[in-house]
Structures are given as C-alpha cells and as structure tokens.
C-alpha cells in the first residue's frame, strides 16, 4: 500500500471518528495533507470507496489484534481487558469507535461500506461471544443468560457509553469500563 494512501485512509478514520462521516469532505483531507482533490479521488473514486477501505482496515486491525492476544497466550480476561482498553484510549483520544460514529449514519452509507460494517461487527460480536462463553466455562467470567445476548448488551454499552461521554464532560469513562469488567467477574 502506498504511503499517500495510508494517510488519506488514516486522516479519513480520523475525521469519521472525530466528526462523523457526512460531516468531511475530500477538501478536508486534500487541505490537511497539503494535495488537490484529483489526488484523493485518484486512490479513492468516491468517499464511499474511501468508507468501505477504513472499515475493511479495521476489520485487519481487529483480527491481527486478536492473533496477537492468542499467540501471547492472553486468557479471556486480559483479551477482555484489552479490548475495553481500546475504547478508553478513543475516549481520552476525543475519538469514537468507527460502530459508534458510523452507525448513526448507517443508512447514508454506500451499500459497500453496510455490508463491511457489518461483516466487521459480526466479527466482534461472534469473537466476544465466544471469548464470553469460554471464560464463562473456565470460570473466569460470571453472568446470566445467552453468550451472545450478553456480548450485545457489553459491546452495545462501549459504543453507548463512548458517545455519551462526549456529552457528560463529568463521566469518568475508565472507570465506567472497570465496573463493567468488574460486572462480569465470578
């Protein structure tokens, strides 16, 4: 991948997670990286080409992220641990999680960009669910119900929370997070 197109796919994140996806332009960009607009469309045709690329480099960044943890030999906790530590840097960053700042507008997107935002949460989901259930079975983790139900309601209450934080500058968003680690705990 060149390195132009790695900046534009990296500031294009950066303003889907700090402004919102409808709210940039290719001017944004073109104007922060000091190029014209040709140069944008000539590695991204159109925004939406711009939005389904950000949301399949999450999704790479997810998997290896998860690689790593298991080739390190994380238990479910510290995976756990880990990826709620995502969110708390976003929240001391300014920043949204991409399902957060791009759900909302969902129904703008390019159908491209729906179905890897899609494939991308059912990636999460179907990890979390199963990182639940094995840590519910070696005891390491504590709760009620259906695994995936209960990988709903956490993921769901990251991104929640994320978006409210933005909006109740009182909210210590860490410590948010550890009651909801120290919720799942045996």
Same mark, same amino acid.
């Given at each position: 991948?060149?390195?132009?197109?790695?900046?534009?796919?990296?500031?294009?994140?950066?303003?889907?997670?700090?402004?919102?996806?409808?709210?940039?332009?290719?001017?944004?960009?073109?104007?922060? #990286? @000091?190029?014209?607009? %040709?140069?944008? +469309?000539?590695?991204?045709?159109?925004?939406?080409?711009?939005? &389904?690329? *950000?949301?399949?480099?999450?999704?790479?960044?997810?998997?290896?992220?998860?690689?790593?943890?298991?080739?390190?030999?994380?238990?479910?906790?510290?995976?756990?641990?880990?990826?709620?530590?995502?969110?708390?840097?976003?929240?001391?960053?300014?920043?949204?999680?991409?399902?957060?700042? #791009? @759900?909302?507008?969902? %129904?703008?997107? +390019?159908?491209?960009?729906?179905?890897?935002?899609?494939?991308? &949460?059912? *990636?999460?989901?179907?990890?979390?669910?199963?990182?639940?259930?094995?840590?519910?079975?070696?005891?390491?983790?504590?709760?009620?119900?259906?695994?995936?139900?209960?990988?709903?309601?956490?993921?769901?209450?990251?991104?929640?929370?994320?978006?409210?934080?933005?909006?109740?500058?009182?909210?210590?968003?860490?410590?948010?997070?550890?009651?909801?680690?120290?919720?799942?705990?045996?």
């Amino acid at each position: 991948m060149s390195l132009t197109r790695e900046k534009i796919i990296e500031l294009g994140e950066s303003f889907i997670l700090t402004k919102g996806y409808n709210a940039f332009s290719y001017q944004d960009i073109s104007r922060e #990286l @000091g190029m014209k607009n %040709a140069a944008i +469309h000539y590695y991204f045709p159109s925004k939406a080409n711009l939005g &389904t690329s *950000i949301v399949r480099t999450n999704i790479q960044r997810f998997e290896e992220m998860v690689e790593n943890m298991e080739t390190r030999g994380f238990s479910e906790w510290q995976q756990l641990e880990s990826f709620v530590k995502v969110y708390i840097k976003s929240n001391r960053e300014g920043k949204l999680c991409l399902l957060g700042s #791009l @759900g909302p507008d969902f %129904a703008t997107l +390019h159908e491209n960009t729906q179905k890897e935002l899609k494939k991308m &949460t059912d *990636i999460i989901l179907n990890w979390l669910t199963g990182l639940l259930s094995a840590g519910r079975n070696n005891t390491v983790f504590s709760f009620h119900g259906d695994a995936h139900h209960y990988a709903v309601r956490f993921l769901s209450d990251l991104v929640a929370s994320l978006q409210l934080s933005r909006v109740v500058s009182s909210m210590d968003y860490k410590a948010y997070c550890n009651t909801l680690l120290e919720g799942l705990k045996p």
